[in-house]
């Protein structure tokens, strides 16, 4: 059964057909991940519509910067109060150091570090954003206890580093195509591995074009097998045990 920890598919105008695509390709669960005040709304909508969606609730770093405080911390209350089931996770949250200022970064840190704490206190994982800043990242998550999924965590030099404090690394499935990540494949234990799409992006075939679904992970999991020197079936159930234990699911729902 495949797993998706990490997609978007509420860009897509034609959720329905994608989903419908899903099921009948075998993917048993994607988290829908939020990345502003309305999708957050959107993604706890879809879950209630469509079975094999469950969600995570975040700003997205670049969001952070552009809302004023009192606005993100309204949310921070909003997401503490929530006691769906089908909310999974803190996400997609976290620090991106593209073409920002010292006075962004220092709000992002502030606002990741207050996500943090609140998957702390709610006791979810956080599902987590590290553009162009994997070291701090990892550096800042050293200071909490939460169990941590690094979302294309692209840094293969930092990958020891990110398992020596317990990060999970959701692989996306462009590593069918990516040296890159198929070298960051090659170091992380299977037992820290997990899936993802970031769909609509990130297609492991159509490069450039916006077009990903969940079921395309059949790609990832093709290649991590030929790097790990698995059976792909075996891979796909440690990788559905990996997420059913990050995620804390109880698979009898």
């Known amino acids: 059964m495949i797993v998706d920890d990490h997609a978007h598919l509420f860009l897509y105008k034609d959720v329905d057909e994608k989903i419908k695509e899903n099921i009948e390709r075998n993917v048993k669960y994607i988290i ?3 990345i502003d005040v309305d999708s957050m709304n959107i993604v706890i909508e879809e879950s209630k519509k469509y ?19 009192n606005d ?5 209350e909003f997401i503490e109060e929530n006691k769906d089931k089908k909310f999974l996770a803190i996400g997609e949250v976290g620090l991106d150091f593209s073409n920002v200022d010292e006075d962004k970064i220092k709000k992002q840190k502030i606002y ?3 996500f943090l704490e609140l998957a702390d206190r709610l006791k979810k994982p956080v599902i987590i954003h590290s553009r162009k800043a994997e070291k701090e990242v990892l550096e800042i998550l050293t200071s909490y206890n939460n169990k941590r999924v690094l979302h294309s965590f692209w840094k293969p030099s930092l990958v020891d580093k990110a398992i020596e404090i317990n990060c999970y690394l959701s692989i996306p499935t462009i590593v069918y195509r990516d040296y890159g990540f198929q070298k960051i494949v090659e170091n992380v234990p299977l037992e820290f591995i997990l899936t993802e799409t970031d769909s609509p992006y990130l ?4 490069k450039g074009k916006i077009v990903n679904n969940s079921w395309k992970i059949v790609y990832s999991l093709e290649k991590i097998s030929e790097i790990k020197d698995i059976d792909k079936k075996e891979l796909e159930e440690i990788i559905f045990n990996n997420f059913i234990k990050v995620y804390n699911i109880n698979n009898d729902e």
């Open 32 to 34: 829908e991940n939020s």
């Open 51 to 69: 079975g094999i969606i469950y969600y995570a609730l975040g700003l997205y770093p670049e969001e952070i910067v552009n809302m004023n405080d």
């Open 72 to 76: 993100i911390e309204k949310i921070l």
């Open 112 to 114: 990741f570090e207050k």
């Open 203 to 206: 297609d492991p075939i159509e």
